[in-house]
């Protein structure tokens, strides 16, 4: 098959394009750098340096079999920058003949949600679902980059770090490889369109998974329970004057509403069994061990 990633560089895009030219697809795609990542070079059927907001090329798609749609500008006031320019990156590739289209959307994306995240997210997904095209929904993709590479590193470099609302909020993990090996098999199967929730059936608690992270990593980090509203209000004010901590406000934001969520995963329909939380925070350790990672 010949697929079209927007946003190739992104941790799940390099994952997902070097499982895909492995077994044999012709992988294309765009991302704002200038060239290919080096790992990327003499592999690609074509690269494109984008922006959200440019036109798209539709030569770019002749001949293309599916889409996918991972570009996310994470900057606060880029609301209306994803929404304009996924739509109209949808519509170029649709008029310019290509059939399948697959669009990454969250666990948080809900009408009501009051994360920005969210509710982009959630209007897009819809924008896909109407136009009967796959909606691709990981949980925490448990990578080096990212929110949970991130708790990692604070949980080996931190004495102490807050834990908003006692960690009791459940969070929804999957592994990358997991996320790549359900992308194949939606595309090679033509599954139904429609949406796809790729995350652990087994949910475990924030509390576990930074517990865990610290025996593992050996860490002394104590956690102490604070309500989340304070990191919140903390980091809306950060953002608000141009400062970026690690941790976005929208992350807490999003932990908080999904406290009650629980959505079906179909990762065993799918067949993929996928790590255990240990083994997730242990591929990362080594990883990072022997200096392979990003
Ligand atoms: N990681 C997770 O836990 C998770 C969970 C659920 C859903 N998702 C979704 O899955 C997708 C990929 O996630 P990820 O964590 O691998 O990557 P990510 O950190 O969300 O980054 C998204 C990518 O979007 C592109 N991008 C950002 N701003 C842009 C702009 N102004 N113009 C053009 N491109 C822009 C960049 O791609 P290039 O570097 O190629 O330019 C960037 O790497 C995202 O849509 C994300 O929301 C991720």
Request: glycine share 8%; hydrophobic share 40%; proline share 9%.
């Amino acid at each position: 098959m010949r697929i079209f990633i927007l946003g190739l560089h992104s941790p799940i895009g390099r994952h997902l394009a070097n499982t895909l030219i492995r077994r044999g697809h012709q992988v294309s795609g765009t991302s704002r750098a200038p060239e290919p990542a080096a790992e990327l070079t003499g592999r690609l059927g074509s690269y494109h340096n984008m922006q959200l907001g440019d036109p798209a090329d539709p030569d770019w798609f002749q001949d293309i079999d599916a889409v996918v749609y991972l570009l996310h500008d994470h900057s606060h006031d880029a609301a209306s920058r994803n929404v304009d320019g996924i739509k109209a990156l949808f519509q170029a590739a649709f008029s310019a003949g290509v059939p399948n289209h697959m669009f990454f959307t969250s666990y948080s994306a809900k009408p009501d949600s009051r994360s920005t995240y969210g509710a982009v997210k959630f209007e897009l997904e819809s924008f896909f679902r109407k136009h009967n095209q796959w909606v691709v929904r990981p949980g925490l993709v448990a990578g080096a980059s990212g929110l949970f590479g991130t708790l990692l590193r604070l949980v080996q470099e931190f004495p102490v770090l807050p834990l908003p609302d006692g960690g009791r909020a459940p969070v929804p993990l999957v592994a990358p490889e997991s996320v790549s090996e359900a992308v194949v098999h939606i595309l090679e199967r033509a599954l139904p369109p429609g949406c796809w929730n790729l995350h652990q059936p087994d949910p475990v608690s924030m509390r576990e998974v930074l517990l865990c992270m610290k025996r593992l990593t050996k860490s002394r980090c104590h956690f102490i329970p604070i309500p989340a509203i304070l990191p919140l209000c903390f980091l809306r004010f950060t953002e608000s004057v141009g400062l970026r901590l690690p941790l976005a406000a929208d992350s807490i934001a999003a932990m908080r509403e999904n406290r009650n969520l629980r959505r079906p995963s179909h990762l065993t329909d799918l067949g993929i069994a996928g790590p255990p939380l240990e083994e997730m925070i242990l591929r990362l350790v080594r990883t990072k061990e022997c200096g392979a990672g990003p």
